[in-house]
């Protein structure tokens, strides 16, 4: 990444119950009931590197008003992070983890990029991911939840990890308070 | 209201006299909660429950009377319609229709169908409005008794490289996308369908979509309350997902403050409908062989007061529904959206009172529907009643907060709809250039007739293992849905908006037309079909007419073209079930072409005849039934090659359609497997018909056309009068041809279609037909 | 019916179920569809396990990730452990990945992944035919591939988003090819070379991997889809296509067999049972 190319991290999430993480919460609590979040949310990550320029959250959001294949109004919120001020239906008070999972090489990713370095909006690259949103009862230690958030993050074997497959993903902490 | 009931909580004000308040109270009632009855409407509510509607009565009757469930424009027209034939079981009126299959090993099946539209949500949310399109169409077939045996989607979108190309884009790639994640994963092969292109639809797409599905006879189940419940309690579980405000949007209860409006967005869920269909057959199978009788139906629109409603009314018996008992996954809703909200995944079943406790415990333990999604599971929410009202209670004081007779629920309203006549343009380009090469290559490669392998791609056509011929190998996909026996399915949905925008007749009866041709062509014959019919708004006159024509052409067409196997017998192709789209229109846009959209469904009695369109060997005759007129409006080449729509389309000649599929049937049953490929001829014509049957012999061989009388003659080369396009084994051509027929060419080696001084060279021309449609919608490449 | 049991074991959407066990029922083998939490099915007692293809739990977090953490999975795993035959297809392949019972260098580990499938200019889920070789010496030591000759070329269907395999690093390309027990060929079993007869990126062309002994499969293509001649398409090149064309009627039954039918009578045939047709 050149030094001005700008990277913009947008989650998406949807207006509804997702799912994918209540399916993935249900699981952690009955196979990992000592490491399981009590909360789990689950967004969809795009990684956008924009070309330099002084207006690039404007070009980010005209970009997402012009494909509806990433943020659908109609049923998704998104927000950038490092400003995730904003998390509608959380306890704050909970001691919270943001993990990143990526796959090592994905068509998907490839082809947004292609057809977004072909927009008006100066993206050089993109790579989609998850988000998941890991909450701890209010009071655990940081250092804490974190090693709980990687304990479940990556799959050992049928009875460790879920949330990501090290064998083809990447699964790093986000961190919140540096962005 | 009976007067010595109390009346229902909040309704304190029942009066028997002229209300000059009423009027405006209805006012504010309509406006406040958005619906869509009129204040005529409203009043004749309040008449038939004789007091102010309650709020639950108010949502109850907007769904009931909506253009959707009550059909109130269309529903004199709709009577036009031929529906009945000596193998229809039901024809419309249930949630699909039934037709005889076939006797296997001594037990009888059916063949269950239902069409139905989900062209609004799609345009705004295409992956899950094409999705629910799917969860909703399949519970259709699923309740009638059947297992689900494929579904087809017919789409029509905007011009991906038009103005509103890049909205028009993501609608495609949602749309498909919501059809595979759905239907992939409920594990109900896709049958194809057909896709069109058209700047008209660029606010307005439509998705229309079509589940069959295959029951035994004596096993098929119907939407309401059994007659026994006069003299056994039958109660009404409610199974699947939990209630949430689907359908309401959060817009309606603003008082209620939510932190997030969760559940506002419908998420079709094909993981819960896979093990809810499964512990079905389970539920269904005890009752089965219990000889218990019940009555099984989906809930769509109206939710729970509407199926229950439906179940009790068309027994002539009544329900009364305890809402408390309805598990819901928001706290505090309000009793009308526990009522009317369209969360998806549940159905109703009305069984005996004794039993269901064994039909909960297959539900909740043997398929653990509440681990599997929170808060789903079976209950019992209501017993039905010999009183013929129609009641809703609520609290612990099980205050009543709907009453209303039963049966005037289910009545429904009807319009007569005023309508003016407005064909569309007649005129007829100046001059027809004719280029054989570059106009061949134009349609091949243009988005109108490009490949549509990038969509199939995503489709699993071959779950369930009982899948012949898959989309692009033939005119129709064929299966054989019973292991064991050699009786086939083909089925294939067509509608030329083309043709129907210059005459709304034409492209009424050319949709029947088009989708018989395409089934034939497989060597079947029509057992029946469907329709959607999707059009403006039908308040607007010429829309009226529009949609009166297309009806009108419809059943012209059916009745030419019933073909039953004894042919002695003179009944039509019996439309089973079908639905009605209006307000396809935007503001900016007006209306879309008028788009009747009809499938037809044949069996084939052995499906080892069942033909595809590649051809199959050198030197074959090429044998081409129905003459080619000069009636090129609404063709591809004028669209494509000329730049003009035409305004002479073919005329609709029932005879001879009749006349041209008897004959492809005989040929392919005298003639067996001397008729190598079969292809019906749509659009572009002779030329097109024939590059489609080269092209798909290029995975294996490469085979081509030689046609030596064509000349430069459009007419003869893109004509899209009805016909058919047969290879026949070398000297195996019938001597004495009926005079629609005669051998026009024949098969030669190479990839190419051959006139008299003109050649096209097919395989340069493949890459751009099968890739176009991936690089413009998928790879947004080529976009200027 | 008498014969080997065989549980086909249906998790919550799985979709593939009844047809595979047609496919294996038709080369004389027992073959039940058993619910995932049917524990008076006995599943203990059978002698071979499939897990079908369909997307059990909607593939949610992972395909396969999270029915491998099922109860019922204890007992495939104890099965494959004694050396029973266990075969997933495409989602069942997923869910013995996401088991770490193939390929098994280390019991219990997760050592390889099916990830999304890689190919220019497109994404998610692919339905098409592809043409596969067995792999050396692993085929021989796999009762599901038993009848397979070295060199035969077998085409089957995909219908999948995510079939690439990828092994973990650290000896992947060494060890990769001794568990590869079918890979991914040209129609005339040359070389893939990518696209599209390799459709989906997958490490060392592979199609189909099994553990170190053997008698674990797991499989992305379909053979229940191709167990009868009639479910090839007519277009397909090659000898399987040019006997498809050539099949006519009248046709009773099943017909002739298609080129998935090994499998199943591979395993038949493990069990010393023959069905005549």
Redesign the interface.
């Known amino acids: 990444m050149s030094e001005a190319t700008r990277r913009v991290m947008i989650a998406v999430r949807l207006k509804a119950v997702d799912p994918a993480a209540s399916t993935a919460l249900s699981t952690l609590r009955r196979t990992m009931p000592g490491e399981a979040p009590v909360s789990l949310g689950r967004y969809d990550l795009w990684e956008l590197e924009m070309s330099p320029g002084t207006d690039t959250m404007d070009r980010v959001r005209s970009l997402i008003a012009s494909y509806t294949d990433i943020v659908n109004p109609n049923k998704q919120s998104w927000m950038k992070l490092g400003h995730p001020d904003s998390v509608p239906g959380e306890d704050r008070s909970q001691t919270r983890v943001w993990l990143v999972v990526k796959d090592h090489d994905d068509s998907r990713s490839e082809n947004w990029s292609r057809i977004l370095r072909a927009s008006r909006f100066g993206v050089r690259r993109v790579q989609c991911g998850v988000l998941w949103r890991l909450g701890y009862p209010p009071g655990t230690a940081r250092e804490v939840a974190e090693e709980n958030a990687m304990a479940v993050a990556l799959t050992r074997s049928r009875r460790v990890g879920l949330l990501a497959n090290p064998v083809s993903q990447e699964a790093k902490l986000y961190d919140e308070a540096s962005s | 209201m009976t007067a010595d009931r109390p009346a229902p909580a909040g309704c304190r004000d029942d009066r028997s006299g002229p209300d000059p308040g009423l009027d405006s109270a209805l006012i504010g009632e309509i406006e406040a909660r958005g619906l869509a009855m009129t204040l005529e409407e409203a009043r004749h509510l309040a008449s038939i429950v004789g007091r102010r509607p309650t709020p639950l009565e108010l949502h109850l009757f907007d769904t009931m009377w909506s253009e959707h469930c009550s059909y109130k424009s269309s529903r004199s027209q709709l009577r036009t319609l031929p529906t009945d034939a000596p193998q229809v079981v039901l024809g419309p009126g249930e949630d699909a229709g039934v037709v005889r299959l076939c006797v296997h090993d001594g037990v009888e099946y059916d063949l269950v169908i239902a069409h139905e539209s989900h062209n609004h949500p799609s345009q705004i949310l295409p992956v899950e409005g094409a999705a629910t399109g799917i969860g909703g169409i399949v519970r259709d077939v699923y309740c009638m008794g059947a297992d689900v045996i494929g579904v087809l989607d017919l789409l029509r979108f905007g011009d991906p490289l038009g103005p509103r190309g890049s909205r028009t884009r993501s609608i495609v790639r949602g749309v498909v996308e919501g059809i595979w994640q759905y239907a992939n994963a409920l594990g109900v092969p896709n049958l194809g369908g057909d896709t069109v292109f058209c700047g008209s639809y660029d606010d307005n797409c439509l998705v229309n979509v079509v589940a069959v599905g295959l029951a035994r006879h004596d096993w098929i189940v119907h939407s309401y309350v059994p007659e026994r419940a006069r003299d056994e309690e039958y109660v009404l579980i409610l199974v699947g997902k939990p209630t949430d405000d689907t359908g309401f949007g959060g817009a309606t209860f603003a008082s209620a403050v939510l932190e997030e409006q969760l559940g506002a967005v419908q998420v079709a869920d094909p993981f819960l409908k896979r093990v809810l269909s499964e512990a079905n057959r389970a539920v269904q199978r005890l009752l089965h062989e219990r000889g218990i009788e019940f009555g099984f139906k989906d809930l769509g629109a109206g939710g729970i007061a509407c199926v229950s409603s439906e179940m009790a009314a068309h027994s002539g018996m009544g329900i009364e529904l305890d809402l408390d008992r309805v598990p819901v996954s928001i706290e505090g809703l309000p009793p009308e959206v526990v009522a009317c909200a369209e969360t998806q995944e549940r159905f109703g079943l009305a069984v005996p009172r004794d039993i269901a406790p064994d039909i909960i415990g297959i539900y909740n333990d043997d398929y653990e529907l509440p681990r599997l999604f929170p808060g789903a599971r079976a209950e019992v929410v209501g017993r039905f009643t010999p009183d013929p009202v129609y009641r809703v209670t609520r609290g612990a004081g099980r205050d009543l907060i709907a009453e209303a007779p039963a049966e005037a629920i289910v009545a429904g309203v009807s319009y007569e709809r005023p309508w003016s006549e407005a064909p569309g343009d007649q005129s007829e380009p100046a001059e027809r250039a004719c280029d054989p090469p570059a106009d061949i290559e134009r349609m091949l490669t243009g988005m109108a007739c490009c490949s549509r392998s990038a969509i199939w791609s995503y489709y699993d056509s071959e779950v369930q293992g009982n899948t012949m011929l898959r989309p692009g190998e033939s005119d129709a996909v064929v299966i054989r849905p019973l292991p064991g026996s050699s009786v086939g399915i083909a089925i294939s949905g067509d509608g030329n908006p083309f043709i129907g925008r210059i005459d709304p007749f034409q492209g009424g009866a050319h949709a029947v037309g088009e989708a018989v041709r395409n089934v034939v062509a497989t060597g079947a014959r029509p057992m029946c079909a469907t329709d959607c019919l999707n059009f403006g708004n039908p308040e607007d006159p010429s829309v009226f007419w529009q949609f009166r024509e297309s009806v009108r052409g419809i059943a012209h067409a059916c009745e030419c073209l019933g073909l039953p196997d004894v042919s002695e017998c003179e009944a039509p192709l019996p439309i089973v079930s079908g639905n009605v789209s209006f307000y396809n229109q935007s503001p900016g846009g007006g209306p879309i072409p008028p788009s009747p959209i009809v499938c037809v469904a044949g069996r084939l009695d052995d499906a080892s005849h069942a033909r595809g369109i590649g051809l199959r060997s050198a030197g074959s005759s090429l044998l081409l039934l129905g003459e080619r007129m000069d009636a090129l409006g609404g063709s591809l080449y004028y669209r494509e090659c000329i730049g003009h729509a035409g305004g002479r389309v073919p005329g609709f000649d029932g005879t001879l359609e009749r006349k041209m599929a008897l004959c492809v049937l005989e040929l392919l049953r005298d003639l067996g497997d001397d008729v190598h490929a079969c292809h019906d001829i749509s659009e572009g014509g002779l030329a097109v018909a024939l590059a489609e049957m080269s092209l798909a012999s290029r995975s294996w061989t490469c085979l081509g056309a030689e046609l030596p009388d064509t000349g430069r003659d459009p007419v003869a080369l893109y004509s899209e009068s009805p016909g058919y396009v047969l290879e026949i084994a070398q000297g195996r051509c019938p001597e004495d041809l009926p005079p629609f027929a005669r051998v026009v060419g024949r098969v030669v080696e190479g990839l190419v279609i051959r006139g008299s001084g003109w050649s096209v060279d097919l395989e340069s021309i493949a890459s751009g037909h099968f890739d176009r449609l991936a690089s413009v919608v998928w790879r947004e490449e080529g976009l200027t | 019916m008498s014969g080997p049991l065989v549980a086909v074991l249906?998790f919550?959407?799985?979709?593939?179920e009844?047809?595979t066990a047609?496919?294996a029922r038709s080369q004389g083998l027992d073959a039940r569809v058993v619910?995932w939490?049917?524990r008076s099915a006995g599943i203990e007692a059978c002698d071979a396990f499939i897990l079908p293809?369909?997307?059990s739990?909607?593939?949610?977090?992972?395909a396969g990730?999270?029915a491998?953490?099922e109860a019922v999975?204890d007992a495939v795993?104890r099965a494959a452990g004694a050396g029973k035959p266990v075969l997933g297809i495409c989602n069942g392949a997923q869910i013995l990945v996401?088991?770490?019972l193939v390929p098994g260098w280390s019991a219990?580990?997760?050592?390889?992944?099916l990830?999304?499938?890689?190919?220019?200019?497109?994404?998610?889920?692919?339905?098409?035919w592809i043409y596969l070789l067995p792999g050396q010496e692993v085929a021989a030591r796999c009762p599901w591939l038993s009848l397979m000759e070295p060199g035969q070329v077998l085409p089957l269907?995909i219908?999948h988003a995510e079939g690439?395999f990828?092994?973990?690093t650290g000896g992947a390309s060494s060890r990769g090819p001794q568990v590869t027990a079918l890979r991914y060929c040209a129609p005339d079993g040359g070389d893939p070379g990518g696209f599209p007869w390799n459709p989906n990126?997958s490490c060392d062309d592979a199609a189909a991997i099994s553990n170190m002994e053997g008698n674990v499969l797991a499989m992305m293509p379909?053979p229940?889809?191709a167990?009868c001649l009639?479910?090839v398409?007519?277009?397909?090149?090659?000898p399987w296509?040019d006997r498809r064309?050539a099949?006519?009627?009248?046709?009773?039954?099943?017909?002739p067999e298609g080129p998935g039918a090994t499998v199943f009578a591979g395993l038949a045939n493990s069990f010393g049972v023959r069905v005549d047709r």
């Open positions: 249906q919550p959407g799985s979709n593939c009844y047809e047609r496919a619910r939490n049917d293809g369909g997307f739990f909607q593939d949610r977090v992972r990730a999270v491998a953490k999975m795993v996401e088991s770490g219990g580990n997760v050592e390889a992944a990830a999304g499938n890689m190919s220019p200019g497109r994404s998610g889920y692919l339905s098409r269907p219908a690439r990828v092994f973990a990126g379909h229940e889809r167990a009639w479910q398409p007519p277009s397909l090149c090659g296509g064309r099949l006519s009627g009248p046709m009773e039954g099943t017909g």
